[in-house]
């Protein structure tokens, strides 16, 4: 039986998480959980599951979560609890649920203690994948990739030689927006980028999607996880996301990864690694769906596509500006004070005037604070335009 700490439990990758867990419990047992906010949904979590750590946010939860439970579990709180629980040695397997760049702590901590890390933060990949790889090489740590298209693409490299790919393809559904006309962009809302057509996610991953910067980003992580040329990783829009990628051989035989939609088939996977286990699914009826359909991507209509390849082509440290900028932007976006189609054009600014010399990252501490000046640059940018 493995013992499983899971970040980020309230979100959607950790729902799911536990829902696999719940279908597989002679497999797992869950040492500790970690929430920011959510601390009432912890604690219910925290009855039916015993772990014996949790971590909270804030002290006060941490405080609320000490009185109100009924058995006493390690308490703990704030970027400190999320460093001491992912070093924790009697830990097999960490999930990082984690949004953001918050993410980045407790995955670079396991794989720096040498744990198996199931990985669904895009952030922590983006913006300190070499050096991530690099503790991972260093301390027998291992990252499996969470996300439904690389988990695909690494499900699919099991088989290959790398000698013998000449390209890899991660397919989009193309969101909310892709046959829209770009002169109605000025007019979308967030609650109509937020209505993702095919899969249920948070707000900010939401409207990544809907401005393909996420199939940016994912184009960014595939090339760090896979040691890909960027340029020998394509996006295919696939509108019924039943293909989550494929790779092309050199004999021009192309081989390609299905299933439904539905989160719980990646997790499992990494969860089980090597091993493959049977899970409660829908059952992938192709006949039912009949046709799939395949559109190269429009890099015109969605910016930020493109801004993520270009970004890919020139290196550190223009990743890590890319995201930071980016969730500076979807925020203001969010909050209504600037419009969608503006959300590239402060991305490129950023990408143009933030100057910063420092490339190499030596540790977390000198990525986490250039990320703050970074998010703090892009915050003046809108606020000096509005």
């Not at 970040?7 to 500790?32: E, M, P, W, Y």
């Not at 750590?53 to 703990?76: C, F, G, M, T």
């Not at 699919?156 to 829209?180: H, N, R, V």
């Not at 707000?203 to 990544?208: F, L, N, Y």
Request: net charge positive; hydrophobic share 45%.
């Amino acid at each position: 039986m493995k013992n499983i700490i899971i970040f980020g439990v309230t979100g959607s990758i950790g729902r799911s998480t536990l829902d696999i867990i719940r279908a597989q419990k002679n497999r797992f047992k869950i040492l500790g959980l970690t929430a920011k906010s959510q601390v009432k949904v912890l604690r219910k979590l925290a009855e039916e599951f015993k772990p014996s750590y949790l971590v909270i946010e804030k002290e006060a939860d941490a405080e609320y979560l000490k009185r109100s439970l009924s058995y006493s579990p390690e308490i703990l709180w704030g970027d400190e609890g999320l460093k001491r629980l992912a070093l924790l040695p009697s830990a097999d397997l960490v999930v990082i649920g984690i949004s953001g760049i918050k993410g980045l702590i407790p995955t670079y901590y396991a794989l720096k203690s040498g744990k198996k890390v199931a990985i669904a933060n895009k952030e922590s990949l983006i913006v300190a994948g070499k050096l991530l790889k690099k503790i991972a090489k260093e301390n027998q740590g291992e990252l499996i990739p969470v996300d439904s298209e690389h988990s695909a693409l690494f499900q699919l490299l099991q088989k290959e030689e790398y000698s013998k790919i000449e390209k890899l393809y991660l397919t989009a559904s193309g969101g909310p927006f892709y046959d829209m006309p770009v002169d109605k962009f000025s007019k979308i809302t967030p609650e109509m980028a937020i209505n993702h057509p095919t899969w249920k996610m948070g707000a900010k991953i939401s409207i990544d999607s809907a401005t393909l910067m996420n199939k940016g980003f994912e184009v960014l992580e595939a090339s760090v996880l896979f040691d890909f040329p960027i340029e020998k990783i394509k996006v295919l829009i696939h509108p019924q996301s039943i293909v989550h990628a494929l790779i092309k051989l050199i004999d021009g035989s192309y081989l390609a990864h299905l299933s439904i939609p539905d989160m719980k088939i990646p997790i499992s996977y990494a969860l089980n690694f090597p091993e493959r286990i049977k899970i409660p699914i829908k059952e992938l009826e192709l006949e039912e769906i009949g046709t799939l359909v395949f559109k190269k991507p429009d890099f015109q209509k969605f910016p930020c596509l493109k801004i993520a390849y270009e970004v890919g082509k020139m290196g550190d440290p223009y990743p890590l500006i890319l995201e930071a900028a980016d969730e500076v932007v979807v925020d203001a976006f969010m909050k209504k004070k600037i419009t969608f189609d503006k959300i590239p054009f402060f991305i490129e600014k950023t990408l143009k005037d933030f100057k910063m010399d420092l490339k190499n990252f030596k540790n977390i501490e000198e990525i986490l604070f250039l990320h703050k000046e970074i998010c703090f640059f892009t915050q003046k940018l809108i606020e000096e335009r509005y």
